[in-house]
């Protein structure tokens, strides 16, 4: 089969690798449908995470199930199944208490024990702890949106969730990538009655008031700070999702937080120090980390069957799998907000 492996800052190849066979009575083996490029794997890609030696990369996919093992009971040969970004068992204590991305038991895509997830084809363990199939095969136009509940959707849904998003609130939304824009949905979809969007760029702009942004915002740093106070009298959001992960945007949703409001986090960090000193003084707390997608998964599927929402919109790009080296390099130089592939 092909599959895509990154091999160092800036190099990432579509290669063949060995077919996947099922090996324990838990597998399940899935063929690729649509797959995806995340935001984190771009910081692989840009050098920012060491890449010490080539591997498969990719952790958001959906397909139908080829094969599993004698064990697997809740997804059958034939079933159209959504992969969180994890792979978790289902049954350790974490996972037991919603936290799958805690698994005991932890697999990541790519390791060796599960393919990478940009590829034709997944071999993954504990199908039944990860895999979640929908009622019956979609339509293709539904494919887009089932995709973005491997990650960016379910990670927005965190972010907003993270901080207490409730109606009527005033959310401010740090960052706009797919999960950003999927954050600006998620709240709109919680009640918040004000949803400012930080963004700068037009097209993700255009899409944050589909989704449910009543105001945008295109400063940075202290200007969007001061805009942020502007517009809400000097008070302050009632909760921010920060969905960047770096030592600015996390200053940022602080700096733009009320009193007593919460920052949701789900930026990987990378360079972040907490301000306690804010955080004491003006009783603003900090919730969130690795979105628990698997958990959000069974309700944002029936939200995405029935229409409610459509967070497929934030595919601004689709590409064949032969193409995927572009599909980084597009996404790295903000010419794509997302890029979807298929095999």
């Excluded at 004000?194 to 295109?218: C, M, N, W, Y």
Aim: glycine share 14%.
């Amino acid at each position: 089969m092909r599959a895509t492996v990154i091999h160092g800052a800036f190099d990432v190849r579509l290669e063949e690798r060995p077919d996947p066979k099922i090996e324990g009575p838990g597998d399940a083996v899935v063929k690729v449908v649509a797959s995806c490029i995340c935001g984190s794997d771009l910081w692989p890609y840009r050098g920012e995470n060491q890449v010490k030696k080539p591997r498969p990369i990719g952790h958001e996919f959906v397909g139908i199930v080829e094969e599993v093992g004698g064990e697997v009971r809740t997804v059958n040969p034939g079933d159209f199944v959504i992969a969180p970004f994890v792979v978790g068992d289902g049954t350790c204590p974490h996972c037991l208490a919603g936290f799958h991305t805690a698994c005991q038991n932890l697999v990541g895509y790519g390791s060796g024990k599960a393919d990478g997830g940009q590829g034709e084809y997944v071999k993954l363990p504990y199908a039944d702890g990860t895999l979640v199939a929908t009622p019956e095969p979609p339509d293709d136009a539904m494919v887009p949106s089932l995709l973005t509940l491997s990650d960016v959707m379910g990670t927005g849904w965190h972010a907003a969730r993270s901080a207490r998003v409730k109606p009527g609130d005033t959310v401010v939304v740090v960052g706009d990538g797919a999960v950003g824009l999927c954050g600006v949905l998620a709240a709109s979809r919680m009640g918040a009655e004000r949803v400012v969007a930080l963004s700068r760029h037009a097209p993700r702009q255009k899409l944050a008031k589909e989704f449910g942004a009543t105001d945008i915002i295109a400063e940075r740093g202290d200007a969007a700070r001061d805009a942020v106070l502007e517009l809400t009298k000097g008070v302050g959001a009632d909760a921010v999702l920060e969905c960047v992960g770096t030592k600015q945007s996390m200053e940022t949703a602080f700096e733009v937080a009320r009193a007593g409001a919460t920052v949701g986090f789900v930026g990987v960090p990378h360079g972040v120090e907490v301000p306690i000193g804010t955080m004491f003084g003006r009783n603003v707390g900090l919730n969130g980390g690795a979105a628990l997608c698997r958990a959000y998964l069974p309700d944002l599927m029936n939200d995405v069957l029935s229409g409610a929402i459509d967070p497929g919109k934030v595919f601004d790009s689709e590409l064949p799998l032969a193409d995927v080296a572009e599909g980084y390099a597009a996404m790295h130089e903000r010419r794509a907000i997302k890029v979807l592939l298929r095999p």
